[in-house]
Protein backbone atom coordinates (compact mmCIF):
# COMPACT_ATOMS: atom_id res chain seq x y z
CA UNK A 1 0.00 0.00 0.00
CA UNK A 2 1.36 3.36 -1.19
CA UNK A 3 2.33 5.79 1.65
CA UNK A 4 1.87 9.51 1.64
CA UNK A 5 5.26 11.75 2.09
CA UNK A 6 5.88 15.30 1.74
CA UNK A 7 10.09 15.63 0.96
CA UNK A 8 11.48 18.72 0.58
CA UNK A 9 13.84 21.15 1.39
CA UNK A 10 13.80 24.05 3.81
CA UNK A 11 15.82 26.52 4.58
CA UNK A 12 17.33 26.71 8.50
CA UNK A 13 14.19 29.50 9.27
CA UNK A 14 11.98 27.49 8.10
CA UNK A 15 10.69 28.04 4.54
CA UNK A 16 10.41 26.31 1.45
CA UNK A 17 10.24 29.05 -1.02
CA UNK A 18 11.10 32.33 -0.60
CA UNK A 19 8.32 35.39 -0.86
CA UNK A 20 6.27 35.02 -3.71
CA UNK A 21 6.96 31.24 -4.30
CA UNK A 22 10.51 32.02 -5.40
CA UNK A 23 12.24 28.85 -5.83
CA UNK A 24 15.47 30.25 -7.21
CA UNK A 25 17.53 29.76 -3.91
CA UNK A 26 17.41 25.93 -4.11
CA UNK A 27 19.61 26.07 -6.89
CA UNK A 28 22.32 26.20 -5.54
CA UNK A 29 21.73 23.55 -3.27
CA UNK A 30 20.74 21.25 -5.41
CA UNK A 31 23.90 18.99 -4.75
CA UNK A 32 24.46 15.33 -5.19
CA UNK A 33 22.28 13.70 -1.98
CA UNK A 34 22.59 9.86 -1.98
CA UNK A 35 19.18 9.87 0.19
CA UNK A 36 17.32 11.87 -2.47
CA UNK A 37 18.96 9.91 -5.39
CA UNK A 38 17.75 6.54 -3.59
CA UNK A 39 14.46 8.42 -2.75
CA UNK A 40 13.53 8.94 -6.31
CA UNK A 41 13.21 5.07 -7.09
CA UNK A 42 10.32 4.57 -4.59
CA UNK A 43 8.48 7.17 -5.34
CA UNK A 44 5.55 5.62 -8.04
CA UNK A 45 3.03 8.81 -8.06
CA UNK A 46 3.47 12.74 -7.08
CA UNK A 47 0.60 14.80 -5.25
CA UNK A 48 0.93 18.11 -6.09
CA UNK A 49 -0.08 21.36 -5.58
CA UNK A 50 -1.42 23.80 -8.35
CA UNK A 51 0.40 26.59 -7.28
CA UNK A 52 3.89 24.75 -7.07
CA UNK A 53 3.14 22.94 -10.32
CA UNK A 54 2.23 26.74 -12.42
CA UNK A 55 5.14 27.88 -9.97
CA UNK A 56 8.91 29.00 -9.97
CA UNK A 57 11.26 26.09 -11.12
CA UNK A 58 14.89 26.01 -10.02
CA UNK A 59 15.99 24.83 -12.50
CA UNK A 60 14.76 27.55 -14.78
CA UNK A 61 16.75 27.66 -17.73
CA UNK A 62 18.43 24.59 -17.60
CA UNK A 63 16.75 23.21 -20.84
CA UNK A 64 16.92 19.38 -19.97
CA UNK A 65 15.45 20.03 -16.27
CA UNK A 66 13.13 22.75 -16.41
CA UNK A 67 9.45 22.01 -15.71
CA UNK A 68 10.10 18.31 -14.93
CA UNK A 69 9.56 16.71 -11.46
CA UNK A 70 13.02 16.46 -9.56
CA UNK A 71 14.88 18.20 -12.77
CA UNK A 72 13.85 15.27 -14.55
CA UNK A 73 15.22 12.38 -12.42
CA UNK A 74 11.72 11.23 -12.20
CA UNK A 75 9.11 10.29 -14.49
CA UNK A 76 5.26 9.23 -13.62
CA UNK A 77 1.86 9.88 -13.25
CA UNK A 78 1.39 13.60 -11.45
CA UNK A 79 -2.17 14.18 -9.85
CA UNK A 80 -2.47 18.04 -9.70
CA UNK A 81 -4.85 19.68 -6.99
CA UNK A 82 -6.87 22.24 -8.33
CA UNK A 83 -9.55 24.41 -7.80
CA UNK A 84 -10.20 24.86 -11.42
CA UNK A 85 -9.09 21.46 -12.86
CA UNK A 86 -8.43 21.85 -16.57
CA UNK A 87 -7.57 18.99 -19.44
CA UNK A 88 -5.53 16.03 -18.34
CA UNK A 89 -2.65 14.57 -20.11
CA UNK A 90 -1.57 11.20 -20.15
CA UNK A 91 0.93 11.93 -17.00
CA UNK A 92 -0.59 14.80 -15.22
CA UNK A 93 -3.90 14.38 -13.83
CA UNK A 94 -5.94 17.87 -12.77
CA UNK A 95 -8.26 17.15 -9.73
CA UNK A 96 -10.67 19.07 -7.75
CA UNK A 97 -11.27 17.17 -4.31
CA UNK A 98 -8.32 15.98 -1.82
CA UNK A 99 -10.08 12.62 -1.40
CA UNK A 100 -10.17 11.46 -4.71
CA UNK A 101 -6.80 12.61 -5.85
CA UNK A 102 -5.19 10.62 -2.79
CA UNK A 103 -6.66 7.57 -3.88
CA UNK A 104 -6.09 8.22 -7.32
CA UNK A 105 -2.43 8.75 -6.33
CA UNK A 106 -1.97 6.27 -3.86
CA UNK A 107 -3.62 3.74 -6.57
CA UNK A 108 -0.79 4.89 -9.55
CA UNK A 109 1.66 4.41 -6.32
CA UNK A 110 1.14 1.09 -5.90
CA UNK A 111 3.71 -0.33 -2.75
CA UNK A 112 5.74 2.96 -3.69
CA UNK A 113 5.52 6.69 -2.39
CA UNK A 114 3.39 9.34 -3.04
CA UNK A 115 5.55 12.23 -3.24
CA UNK A 116 3.46 15.42 -1.97
CA UNK A 117 4.78 18.49 -3.60
CA UNK A 118 3.49 21.93 -2.04
CA UNK A 119 3.17 23.19 1.08
CA UNK A 120 -0.69 24.07 1.12
CA UNK A 121 -1.10 19.98 0.34
CA UNK A 122 0.86 18.87 2.72
CA UNK A 123 -0.68 20.84 5.50
CA UNK A 124 -4.51 19.47 3.54
CA UNK A 125 -3.16 15.93 4.00
CA UNK A 126 -1.77 16.17 7.50
CA UNK A 127 -5.43 17.97 8.75
CA UNK A 128 -6.59 14.85 7.04
CA UNK A 129 -5.04 11.99 8.19
CA UNK A 130 -3.31 11.27 5.16
CA UNK A 131 0.22 12.28 5.68
CA UNK A 132 2.15 8.95 6.77
CA UNK A 133 6.14 10.53 6.80
CA UNK A 134 8.46 13.64 6.28
CA UNK A 135 11.43 14.07 5.02
CA UNK A 136 13.32 17.44 5.37
CA UNK A 137 16.50 18.20 3.51
CA UNK A 138 17.41 21.32 5.73
CA UNK A 139 19.92 23.66 3.41
CA UNK A 140 22.49 26.16 4.90
CA UNK A 141 20.53 29.00 4.48
CA UNK A 142 18.72 31.70 6.12
CA UNK A 143 15.66 32.72 3.33
CA UNK A 144 14.09 35.12 6.57
CA UNK A 145 10.64 34.67 4.62
CA UNK A 146 8.22 32.98 2.13
CA UNK A 147 6.24 29.84 2.08
CA UNK A 148 6.42 27.83 5.52
CA UNK A 149 7.38 24.06 5.83
CA UNK A 150 3.97 24.19 7.83
CA UNK A 151 1.85 26.78 8.22
CA UNK A 152 -0.90 26.35 10.61
CA UNK A 153 -2.88 29.46 12.27
CA UNK A 154 -3.98 28.74 15.60
CA UNK A 155 -0.76 25.91 15.86
CA UNK A 156 -1.25 22.14 16.17
CA UNK A 157 0.53 19.84 17.93
CA UNK A 158 1.69 17.26 15.84
CA UNK A 159 4.11 14.07 16.91
CA UNK A 160 6.56 13.18 14.75
CA UNK A 161 9.03 9.63 15.36
CA UNK A 162 12.34 10.34 14.25
CA UNK A 163 12.87 7.46 11.68
CA UNK A 164 16.86 8.77 9.88
CA UNK A 165 18.93 11.66 10.63
CA UNK A 166 22.08 11.86 7.97
CA UNK A 167 24.11 14.28 5.99
CA UNK A 168 24.76 14.89 2.86
CA UNK A 169 27.19 17.18 0.92
CA UNK A 170 25.34 20.79 1.33
CA UNK A 171 22.02 19.39 3.10
CA UNK A 172 20.92 17.46 6.61
CA UNK A 173 18.20 14.82 6.20
CA UNK A 174 15.67 14.17 8.79
CA UNK A 175 13.58 11.73 8.09
CA UNK A 176 10.28 11.45 10.40
CA UNK A 177 6.81 9.28 10.50
CA UNK A 178 3.37 11.25 11.52
CA UNK A 179 2.55 9.20 14.74
CA UNK A 180 -1.29 8.62 15.12
Known amino acids: ?3 MLYAVTMSLDGFI ?3 GGDMSWLTEHL ?4 MVDELIHDIGALLVGNRTFGG ?5 GVEAKEGKPFGGGWDGPQFV ?6 ASTPDITFMADL ?4 VAAKAAAGDRYVNILGADVARQCLEAGELDEVLVLIAP ?8 LFDHPGGTNVRL ?3 SLTEAPGATNLWFRVVR
Request: glycine share 14%; no cysteine; proline share 14%.
Open 56 to 60: DDPYK
Open 99 to 102: GSAV
Open 1 to 3: MAR
Open 81 to 86: LSHHPR
Open 141 to 148: VLLGDGVR
Open 31 to 34: GPNP
Open 161 to 163: ERL
Open 17 to 19: AGP
